[in-house]
């Protein structure tokens, strides 16, 4: 018994380092899972976790995908751990030899690792159910909406039955009437009883049908007239636009024309001014020149 415990720690040591690391790895894959547990556990959590399932599920979900493929890899990683950390530990308990102080720091150490396998365990079998949860949700949500869309088209085709359903009941009492007034005032009843109403019937579908295509024709005739009505009324309004710039032109010209004939005038006054100023200053220098004279004729006549 002593020989193969001894076998089972020494093969236990030789893969310590090995064991450390996944460990390690499992003890921080331990803590994102219970992040990830306390994201969901908050009141914005969830629509959070529907829109990232939705979006995984959309591009990177199936059955052989990769992502469900390394899930499964890591699911099974996870599992032989905690199931070498469990032997380990009931190694050491299953066995009668007094262990020394490094065999009980292995123990410690098997024991803390398979309680952090364990935990990572359970909250990733935990993870994976919550998320097919979600994504089943979510398919059945988007099936509800399509039979939703299905049941109110499915209830307006009903609707739409039930109406065609009561006009024709309608009219099929019209043509019982018709039919029974038809027969009750025919004196011998027989199977042809019922021939003339079809024949009147028939009559005056093809009555109304005629006056129909005769109402049709008149639409479009009128609806020519009207076009042709249109055209007249476009060219009649270029043609009055047409006319109001012709006079708005011509406006302008004899504005200008008589504008051009003020200012003609105004300088034709002005020139005049001008023409009697030089007189009236050649007017008043020949004054002065008698005046002067006449001044030296006084002088000379004292």
């Given at each position: 018994?002593?020989g193969?415990?001894?076998?089972?720690?020494?093969?236990?040591?030789?893969?310590?380092?090995?064991?450390?690391?996944?460990?390690?790895?499992?003890?921080?894959?331990?803590?994102?899972?219970?992040?990830?547990?306390?994201?969901?556990?908050l009141?914005?959590?969830?629509?959070?976790?529907?829109?990232?399932v939705?979006?995984?599920s959309?591009?990177?979900?199936?059955?052989?995908?990769?992502?469900?493929?390394?899930?499964?890899?890591?699911?099974a990683?996870?599992?032989?751990?905690?199931?070498?950390?469990?032997?380990?530990?009931?190694?050491?308990?299953?066995?009668?030899?007094?262990?020394?102080?490094?065999?009980?720091?292995?123990?410690?150490?098997?024991?803390?690792d398979?309680?952090?396998?364990?935990?990572?365990?359970?909250?990733?079998l935990?993870l994976?159910?919550?998320?097919?949860s979600?994504?089943?949700?979510?398919?059945?949500?988007?099936?509800?909406?399509?039979?939703?869309?299905?049941?109110?088209?499915?209830?307006?085709?009903?609707?739409?039955?039930?109406?065609?359903?009561?006009?024709?009941?309608?009219?099929?009492?019209?043509?019982?009437?018709?039919?029974?007034t038809?027969?009750?005032?025919?004196?011998?009843?027989?199977?042809?009883?019922?021939?003339?109403?079809?024949?009147?019937?028939?009559?005056?579908?093809?009555?109304?049908?005629?006056?129909?295509?005769?109402?049709?024709?008149?639409?479009?005739?009128?609806?020519?007239?009207?076009?042709?009505?249109?055209?007249?009324?476009?060219?009649?309004?270029?043609?009055?636009?047409?006319?109001?710039?012709?006079?708005?032109?011509?406006?302008?010209?004899?504005?200008?024309?008589?504008l051009?004939?003020?200012?003609?005038?105004?300088?034709?006054?002005?020139?005049?001014?001008?023409?009697?100023?030089?007189?009236?200053?050649?007017?008043?220098?020949?004054?002065?020149?008698?005046?002067?004279?006449?001044?030296?004729?006084?002088?000379?006549?004292?």
């Amino acid at each position: 018994m002593s020989g193969e415990l001894k076998n089972v720690i020494g093969n236990s040591f030789v893969s310590f380092g090995d064991t450390m690391l996944l460990n390690y790895l499992m003890f921080w894959l331990m803590c994102v899972e219970a992040l990830v547990c306390l994201l969901l556990s908050l009141p914005f959590g969830k629509t959070v976790a529907q829109k990232t399932v939705q979006f995984l599920s959309y591009h990177l979900g199936g059955k052989n995908s990769i992502a469900t493929n390394t899930a499964n890899i890591i699911l099974a990683i996870v599992i032989i751990l905690f199931l070498s950390n469990a032997h380990t530990c009931a190694s050491y308990y299953t066995s009668d030899v007094m262990l020394s102080d490094g065999m009980r720091i292995r123990l410690l150490t098997a024991q803390r690792d398979l309680y952090i396998t364990g935990f990572s365990l359970f909250l990733f079998l935990l993870l994976r159910l919550v998320y097919h949860s979600i994504e089943t949700n979510i398919h059945l949500a988007k099936s509800l909406q399509a039979m939703r869309k299905q049941a109110e088209g499915a209830s307006a085709g009903y609707k739409t039955l039930l109406e065609e359903q009561e006009v024709a009941k309608v009219k099929l009492q019209k043509l019982t009437a018709l039919v029974k007034t038809d027969t009750s005032g025919a004196q011998e009843p027989s199977e042809g009883d019922g021939k003339p109403i079809l024949e009147r019937l028939l009559d005056e579908n093809s009555i109304l049908q005629t006056r129909l295509q005769l109402v049709e024709k008149e639409k479009e005739q009128a609806n020519r007239q009207v076009e042709i009505l249109q055209k007249q009324a476009n060219g009649q309004n270029s043609a009055f636009m047409q006319l109001l710039e012709e006079k708005t032109l011509l406006v302008t010209k004899d504005t200008e024309e008589k504008l051009l004939k003020k200012e003609e005038v105004i300088r034709k006054q002005e020139t005049d001014l001008k023409t009697l100023e030089q007189e009236r200053d050649s007017l008043k220098s020949q004054i002065q020149d008698y005046d002067f004279m006449f001044a030296e004729a006084r002088k000379k006549a004292e």
